[in-house]
C-alpha cells in the first residue's frame, strides 16, 4: 500500500505504531530527532512492576519496526498545510508529502534544577530519577559510587503537581518508579536507611500495590508523608533535607548521602513546536490536545492526525503500547474507509 | 557545592540596577544601631565614587515596622509609602533606593499590589492627595542599597586598601553572607541571584578577596521577625533562631557575618552576648563572637576608613580579631573617643563574651 | 543571667539522632509492622482511643521517630480488645504487634 504514513519520533509509542503498521501492510516513515531509536525508554534499566529489562522492550519494538522507513538525526523544519494533505520539509533535505501524521513525540524530563531549592546541579549528591537509571545501567556516577550509601532519599513531585513550576498535573509513573528505584538500592546498599517523601502514594497500575508493599515489609523503604521544602548541604559534603512530617505534624530534618529527585514528565518542546507547525492545539496542561479526552484521545481535532504516547499527557509503557496500537488501527481503518 | 551550578542560577536572576541618580530613603532604626552605616553608604557613593544620591529630611518610616507587627491596615501603609514617592517625584528623581530590607519588601509588595489592583492605586492616590495634596509617580527602578554596593563592587575593590584575606595565613576569609527575608523570599526575581542563592552579598565578598561559606540553615530568618523579637513572651523564638544559625555556622569557623538588612546584623550581633550569658557559648575564636557587619561598614573598612569612624564600637561583639586578621590599623585607646575626642564613656564589659 | 525569656527548645524530629535498633528488634519480631501506610482505621475504630489519645497508627509513627515513650504510654490506654485487627486494610495483626511492643520497650526497658 503507497499511502505514506509520517511517524513524528521514534520512542516506544512510534516504534510500535510502526511495527502494527507494518503487519498491516503499509510502510511508515519514522522520524526522530536523536541518533537513536527507543526514546526515553531506551535509557532506562528496569521497568516496574516485573523488573522487565528497558532494553528488551526496546530491541523487540525496533525489530518490529525494521521495515519502516527510520530518519534519525532528523527534524521537521517546517510544515505546509495543502488542501487535504501535509507537505512536511525535513532538517535532512527530504520533504514528505502525506496526508496522515501520528504524533509520538513524548515528554521531557522536567528541568530538576528548576526547583531551585533542592540544589540539583549545585549540591553534590543531588540527582535525578534518570541519573540513577543511567548509573543502574553504566555504574558510571561519582555521586553513588564515591559515597557510604548510608542513608538515601528519594523526592516524590519534582515538577509536578507544582503550579509555581506550571505543571499542576501528576506525572503519575514517579511514585511507582521511586518505588522500584528504592527497592532497586536497597538490593545493593541493604544497610542504607532509604526514605520516600511524598505528598500521595499514587499506586495506581497492576501490581504496583504489591510493589510497594513489597518496599515498605520486604525492603523496609521508609516512606515520610510530607514534602521536601529545602536541601541544604553540610560541611562533610552529605546533604540534610528538611520536611514536615505530616503524620506526626512536626517539622523532620534528615541528613543523606544521596538524594534523588523523581523530576516528572512535562511536554517536551519539541513536541508543542511539531505541533504549532501542524495547526494543532494545546490543552490546559500543556500536552497536545485530543479531540476528546475520555473517547477520542489518540485523535487531533485535525482530519488526518492521531496521536500516541505521552504527547498527549504523562503515560506509563503499557498505556503508551496501547494507545500505539490503537492508533495504527485508527489509521488503517481512516485509509480502508477512503480517508473519512 | 558545584560553584558553576549557582553561577547558573544568578546569570538567571541579574536585575537592572541603573547606575546614576539615586532617591535615597533611610531606615527607622539602621541609625541607632548602626549609625555609621547610612552615613557611610552616602559618603562611598557621593564622595568617593561621585554619584548623585539625593535625600531628604521630610521623609518618615515606610510603615513597615507596624505592617509587619499587624498594628496598622494596609491603605495606611500603602499611602504613607505614596507620600514617600510623592516626595522622590517632586524632588525629579525617577530611582528609589532604600537602606531598609523591610521597607524594600514593602515597596516591591506595594508596587505590585498597584500592578493587580490597580483601583487600589486609584483609591491610594486620592487618600494621598485628601491627606497631603501630594501626587506621585511609581518608581522606575526599585532597588535596596545592596544592590547599588552591589553595582560598585568592582570600583570599590580597585580603589581598596585592604584585601579580606588573612594576613597570617594569606588565606581568603571564610565568611558569611546573610540576607534580609525582604529582600526576596517575597519577589526572588526582585533579589540580585534570586531567593535560594542570593548573590548581592557574595558578589561583595567575592569581589573583595573573601570566601563565601554556604552552611545548611543559610537560608533561615536571623530571628528578628518582628512580632518574635517585640512580643517578649515570643523573644525566646527569636533567640533560638539565631542559635540555631550560630550552631549550623559553628563548623565552618567563620572569620565574619555579612548582612544586608537592619535587624539581622543587630540581632546576630547581641544576642551572641544574650547566648554565652544564658548557654555559656561562644562561636568566635578565644572567647570571642564572630564579628556581624553591614555591607557599608564591610565596604567602608576595605577602602580603608577608620573603624572607630564608621561606628563599629557600637558593635557588641568585638570586631578587634576581624581587623587584625584583615591587617587594618586602628588605635584601641580612641575606640571610644567621639567626635572631637569627647569620650563616650566605657561600656560595661559581659561576664561569658569576650570583649577586648 | 536570667533575660525572662531563653531558647526554645526544638519540635523538630532529626532522624540522624534517632536509634532503631530497638524497631529492628521489633520488625524481627513483626515483619508486617513495616506495612502500615497510616490509614487511621485502627485508631478511628479504636474503643479506648476516643477518651485516652490510644492510637496505634501513632504508637508505630511515634516508635520510628523516636518516640518511644509517647507510644509506650498511648498504649497503655489499649484494652486488646482486637478491633484494630478487624479493621487493618493490611492485615496487621496489631494484637500480636501490640504485645511485642510492650515486651520490647515495655516501661523498665526504656
Not at chain 1, 128 to 153: I, P, Y
Not at chain 2, 27 to 54: V, W, Y
Not at chain 3, 52 to 64: H, W
Request: aromatic share 10%.
Amino acid at each position: 500500500m503507497k499511502e505514506n504514513i509520517l511517524i513524528i519520533g521514534g520512542g516506544i509509542a512510534g516504534l510500535e505504531a510502526a511495527g502494527q503498521l507494518t503487519e498491516l501492510g503499509y510502510k511508515p516513515i519514522i522520524i526522530e530527532k536523536s541518533d537513536h531509536l527507543g526514546g526515553h525508554v531506551a535509557d532506562w534499566n528496569c521497568l516496574f512492576p516485573d523488573m522487565t529489562p528497558a532494553q528488551e522492550v526496546v530491541g523487540r519494538l525496533i525489530s518490529r519496526a525494521s521495515d519502516a522507513n527510520i530518519f534519525l538525526n532528523t527534524e521537521i523544519s517546517f510544515v505546509n498545510r495543502l488542501k487535504d494533505s501535509y507537505n512536511i520539509m525535513l532538517s535532512n533535505g527530504i520533504s514528505i508529502i502525506t496526508k496522515i501524521i501520528l504524533f509520538t513525540t513524548g515528554f521531557s524530563v522536567f528541568d530538576a534544577a528548576r526547583k531551585e531549592e533542592y540544589g540539583y546541579g549545585v549540591y553534590d549528591q543531588v540527582m535525578t530519577n534518570r541519573d540513577l537509571e543511567h548509573w543502574f545501567n553504566t555504574g558510571d556516577d561519582r555521586r553513588v559510587n564515591d559515597c557510604a550509601m548510608n542513608a538515601v532519599g528519594f523526592v516524590h513531585c519534582v515538577g509536578s503537581r507544582d503550579e509555581k513550576a506550571r505543571n499542576p498535573q501528576c506525572s503519575k509513573v514517579c511514585c511507582i518508579t521511586a518505588i522500584k528505584q528504592a527497592i532497586e538500592l536497597k538490593q545493593k546498599f541493604p544497610e542504607a536507611m532509604v526514605y520516600c517523601f511524598y505528598m500521595d502514594l499514587r499506586m495506581f497500575g497492576k501490581k504496583y500495590e504489591d510493589f510497594y508493599i513489597a518496599a515498605q515489609r520486604d525492603y523496609g523503604v521508609r516512606f515520610i508523608r510530607g514534602r521536601v521544602s529545602e536541601v541544604s548541604e553540610n560541611i562533610d559534603g552529605r546533604v540534610i533535607v528538611k520536611a514536615e512530617d505530616t503524620l506526626s505534624g512536626k517539622p523532620l530534618k534528615v541528613t543523606l548521602d544521596l538524594l534523588v529527585l523523581m523530576a516528572g514528565m512535562v511536554c517536551s518542546p519539541d513536541s508543542t513546536r511539531a505541533a504549532n507547525m501542524a495547526g494543532l492545539p494545546l490543552d490546559s496542561d500543556g500536552f497536545l490536545k485530543s479531540r476528546d479526552n475520555v473517547a477520542d484521545i489518540i485523535e487531533s481535532p485535525r482530519e488526518g492526525v492521531f496521536y500516541a504516547g505521552a504527547c498527549t499527557g504523562p503515560k506509563t509503557v503499557p498505556e503508551t503500547l496501547a494507545e500505539a496500537r490503537a492508533a495504527a488501527l485508527k489509521i488503517h481503518l481512516y485509509i480502508t474507509k477512503g480517508m473519512k | 557545592m558545584i560553584y558553576q551550578g549557582k553561577q547558573k542560577i544568578w546569570a538567571d536572576y541579574q536585575k537592572e540596577i541603573p547606575d546614576n541618580h539615586w532617591f535615597y530613603v533611610r531606615s527607622c532604626i539602621r541609625q541607632n544601631f548602626f549609625p555609621g552605616a547610612e552615613k557611610m553608604f552616602l559618603e562611598i557613593c557621593r564622595n568617593l565614587l561621585g554619584r548623585d544620591f539625593f535625600e531628604t529630611e521630610y521623609h518618615t518610616t515606610c510603615g513597615g515596622i507596624a505592617y509587619h507587627c499587624d498594628t496598622i491596615p494596609q491603605e495606611t501603609v500603602m499611602t504613607i509609602v505614596a507620600r514617600q514617592f510623592a516626595l522622590m517625584t517632586e524632588a525629579g528623581y525617577e530611582n528609589y533606593v532604600a537602606s531598609c530590607i523591610t521597607s524594600f519588601g514593602n515597596y516591591t509588595e506595594i508596587i505590585e499590589t498597584w500592578r493587580e489592583f490597580p483601583e487600589l492605586e486609584t483609591k491610594i492616590r486620592e487618600l494621598l492627595w485628601k491627606a497631603c495634596r501630594r501626587e506621585f509617580k511609581i518608581p522606575k527602578y526599585l532597588a535596596h542599597a545592596s544592590d547599588l554596593i552591589y553595582k560598585y563592587r568592582n570600583e570599590i575593590a580597585a580603589r581598596a586598601k585592604y584585601r579580606l584575606i588573612n594576613r597570617h595565613t594569606g588565606e581568603p576569609l571564610k565568611a558569611v553572607e546573610h540576607i534580609g527575608c525582604h529582600y526576596a523570599k517575597m519577589f526572588p526575581s526582585r533579589g540580585v541571584g534570586g531567593a535560594e542563592y542570593p548573590y548581592v552579598l557574595a558578589g561583595m565578598i567575592e569581589a573583595w578577596g573573601g570566601n563565601v561559606i554556604d552552611y545548611p540553615e543559610r537560608r533561615h530568618c536571623c530571628g528578628y521577625g518582628f512580632r518574635q523579637y517585640h512580643v517578649k513572651a515570643n523573644r525566646g523564638y527569636s533567640l533560638s533562631n539565631t542559635h540555631k544559625k550560630f550552631e549550623s555556622m559553628e563548623p565552618y569557623h567563620p572569620d565574619f557575618i555579612l548582612t544586608n538588612c537592619p535587624g539581622c546584623p543587630y540581632f546576630m550581633d547581641r544576642w551572641q552576648y544574650v547566648i554565652a550569658e544564658t548557654e555559656g557559648k561562644t562561636y568566635g575564636e578565644n572567647g570571642y563572637g564572630i564579628p556581624v557587619l553591614t555591607y557599608e561598614e564591610l565596604a567602608s573598612l576595605v577602602l580603608g576608613y577608620d573603624p572607630w569612624d564608621i561606628g563599629l564600637q557600637l558593635h557588641q561583639v568585638a570586631v578587634e580579631p576581624l581587623l587584625d586578621k584583615i591587617g587594618i590599623e586602628y588605635d584601641p585607646k580612641a575606640k571610644y573617643l567621639g567626635l572631637d575626642e569627647k569620650d563616650l564613656m566605657k561600656p560595661e564589659l559581659p561576664g561569658v563574651l569576650r570583649c577586648c | 543571667m536570667d533575660f525572662g525569656f531563653k531558647i526554645s527548645p526544638s519540635s523538630t524530629i532529626n532522624l540522624d539522632l534517632v536509634d532503631t535498633g530497638k524497631f529492628e528488634e521489633l520488625h524481627r519480631l513483626e515483619p508486617d509492622v513495616y506495612k502500615c501506610m497510616a490509614c487511621g482505621s485502627c485508631s478511628s475504630a479504636c474503643p479506648a482511643g476516643n477518651f485516652s489519645g490510644m492510637s496505634l497508627r501513632k504508637v508505630i509513627l511515634a516508635l520510628q521517630r523516636g518516640k518511644e515513650k509517647d507510644a509506650v504510654s498511648m498504649l497503655k490506654n489499649c484494652m486488646l480488645c482486637g478491633k484494630c485487627s478487624m479493621v487493618c486494610p493490611r492485615g496487621i495483626n496489631t494484637r500480636h504487634l501490640i504485645l511485642s511492643v510492650c515486651r520490647i520497650y515495655g516501661e523498665d526497658q526504656v
